[in-house]
């Protein structure tokens, strides 16, 4: 530190006369040499005293341009005022003429000269002889000179600012970044009193199916909540409570390689952090019974923002449809037709506690806790008509069962800002756990004509438990030239447990007895381990970057409690690339190119090599032979931006080995010794999807808001490798939404949004259960495909009350009863159709109430962009 001291205060000297001249002029004969050694600090308030949150500090250096001989500003630091308005700007330059700027929504801009006051040059400062230590007394007073405390800056109201924040300060229906798209859904009508599997129905490039799961491009993406996996499916979030939603089709090196091929939906929940207390209630119900209410609170004084949010949701769905298959099996024809009948009753509870705290300006904490429970009860009512050989035999099944489940979740995060602009730190601590129960009674009557001539009843009775954990840190470092460097470790941990007992009480039977064959109760531990590094920056004027490298592990240990057959599996570290570029061709458009290698593991589910044959339409088991699979994936986008307009398209090729997919074939039954159909899974030779999409935003008129989304796919999987059957058709297919938003006079805002699935692959099977969709109907996506289909939705909503406090919603789903699922599969020897309905034409009424005591001085800096333009960078 000595030696480093002596150094400083020598330079300090030998740049005596320089400071001596004119700021801004150098020695005659020479250049003068850089001096970085300032700093500013300061706080920003408001008329009352109060910080002045998150406005925007520019620091700005005049200089002479050397082509027109005029004086111009350059950028020399930009930073954001912390909470309690501080801000700080080091290593600044002490010579030349600077200005600070500062600005935030609702008040009028601060401009105000910055000058570095130079040492006198006394006797006091002499240089220290060679083999001499420096004066510290002397450092400090040659220091002092190049620290500037600026106290309180206050900054004036601007009512005429306020009043277009309140007209005009609304987000973009789309943002693109170079690994992501986000789509804000707070204008979304049709969603109110919903969840977020109505939201993503309204989400360009996602689709979703009867049983509410959700597609990128035809396969199963992963779901994120701020970032962070979770056990909570999309059906238990409510819509009310989303702020946006982050489409990420080919995630990059910090991401989890391991995972749906399809990429990751990341579901952004509101979140409110306005100086003093706020909230809203909702209220709604639907014309089949269900309900809704919720309730959000936020509070924040200082350095402390607290938030609680509750929600119960209830649920009324009714489902209908019927199923056919006709197979040859061992030399018996044999034709099964299901005419199927399905409701669902439920309830369900949800809750978040969130805390945020700033513990100094550089360092917050925040905390969050997800509280839940649910009750479900579904029934269905399923006529059976059974014809082999040309005899023909009826029966009925009904079948009651009641399901219950109690997430729970707690999210630890650290976040540290460093002194130098954009380097920082987070860590984070998640945990999503939870348990479930589950009891069930199935009936099966017998019937001849009318009468019922014999009635076997099977008992299911389980419980679960399951705990995922992750911890992850991030760091991010600019580095010169606009280069910054990111890195972080992932550790994620889960835990599965199952007792599944089925018991059966025969025809003419008076006692249960246990089915072994159809008890799934097991554990499992499944732990990923990963790190990664990735570089962004830029190559001068010709594009940006973002390139990475991801390693990653995984280990699973899995036991049948039942045999005690334990399985397990080492997977060795892998790496994964990514590569992002981009560049700006003008202002408003934009091309992007990446390129991927991601990873998906066959789970605990699909290896065991257990038979259930508690549906004997529907018998599954896994496959301890699976492998892995891995994908490569690539994308070139290009936007354009004209006025209100966004035009976004994209062309993408995904080629996967190994691909894990369902697979229905005729195989010899270990239970019964006889020839059946039989669902599991295996790895066909690979697949490919390739496509193009298309997105369109604009605010047509003053009145009228439009989005487009087309998306023109092929998809095939390749099963070659397996023998007596070929592999898919190459099937080009047409996925379409279109939704508008129409502002009629006296408040009142209509929604009308509408949607296309042309004829399709079926979807691939990843990351899921032994059994199939509802209804006990498990379809192949290798060997099946589904027919098309469409559906329309409208929505009327009026706002009211002083300050727009109230409002209103009406909306129909599915307004002409089009959205029918029908699935067709065929292999050897059979040929299935199946086809439903769910919730036509449901009707949802959505009261919601705003109310609080805001400081406007909390505002964020959503319009602070535009005090930044026209400046260029040094």
Known sequence: MKIL??????????????????????????????????????????????????????????????????????????VQAEMNGEFSFKDLPVMGRLKLKISSVGYKNLEMPIAFQFPKMDGSFTPPKPGQQPDPAMIAKFMAGFEKDLGKLKLDTDSKILDAVVVKATKALVEMDIDKKTFNVDKNIVTAGGTAVDVMRNIPSVQVDIDGNVKVRNAAPTVF????????????????VIEKVEVITNPSAKYDASGSMAGIINVVLKKNKR???????????????????????????????????????????????????????????????????????????????????????????????????????????????????????????????????????????????????GEELTVDLTYFGGTNKNDGLYSTNYLN???????????????????????????????????TLETGLRFQLNELSNINDNSLKAVGSDTYKNITSASTNYESTNNVYAAYISVAGKVKKLFSYKVGLRGESSAYDGKLLNTGEKFSNNYPISLFPSVFLSKNLTQSDQIQLSVTRRVNRPNFFQLIPFVDYSDSLNITRGNADLVPEFTTSSEFSYSKTKGSATFLTSVYYKHTNNLITRYLNQEVNPISGKLDLINTYINANSSINYGAEFTYTNKIVKWWDLTANVNFYNSKINIDNIDKISSTEALWTVFGKLNNNISLPKKWVIQLSGDYQGKTNLPITQNQGMGGPPMNQAQSSSQGYIKPFYGFDVAVKKTFLKNDLASITLSVNDIFKTRGNTQVSTGEGFTQTYYRISNPQIVRLNLSFRFGKMDMS??????NSSSMEGMQMQ
């Open 5 to 78: 001291l002596s150094a400083l205060l020598a330079a300090f000297i030998s740049f005596t006369s320089v400071a001596q001249m004119p700021f801004g002029a150098p020695a005659k004969g020479g250049k003068a040499p850089e001096m970085n050694f300032g700093k500013v600090f300061g706080k920003i308030v408001d008329e009352q005293g109060k910080p002045v949150e998150f406005a925007s500090v520019v620091l700005l250096k005049t200089v002479q341009d050397t082509a027109t001989k005029q004086n111009k500003d350059i950028l020399v630091k930009a």
């Open 449 to 483: 004509g009318t009468q019922i001539t014999g009635t076997q009843i099977q008992k299911n009775i389980g419980s679960g438990d399951n705990k995922f954990m992750t911890f992850q840190t991030d760091y991010v470092k600019p580095l010169k030239n606009e280069i």
């Open 225 to 240: 909540i701020d970032g962070r996996p979770t056990t909570l499916s999309l059906d238990q979030i409510p819509a009310d």
């Open 275 to 421: 100086n003093g207390y706020n909230g809203f209630v909702n209220a709604g119900a639907d014309r089949f019974g269900g309900s809704n209410v919720m309730g959000s609170f936020n509070l924040q004084q200082k350095k402390v923002n607290l938030s609680l949010m509750i929600m119960n949701f209830n649920m009324r769905n009714n489902t209908n449809g019927y199923s056919e298959r006709t197979s040859t099996i061992g030399g018996v024809n044999a034709n099964v037709y299901q005419d199927i009948e399905s409701k669902t009753k439920g309830s369900m509870t949800f809750s978040r506690l969130g805390l945020d705290y700033n513990l100094t300006n550089k360092t917050s904490l925040s905390m969050a806790g997800i509280f839940g429970s649910g009750k479900f009860s579904p029934s269905e009512d399923i006529d059976i008509q059974n014809t082999t050989n040309g005899f023909t035999s009826y029966s009925n099944r009904i079948s009651a069962s009641e399901r219950s489940f109690k997430p729970r979740g707690g999210q630890l995060g650290l976040k540290h800002s460093f002194a130098k602009s």
């Open 858 to 863: 909390s505002l964020k800096k959503s319009s």
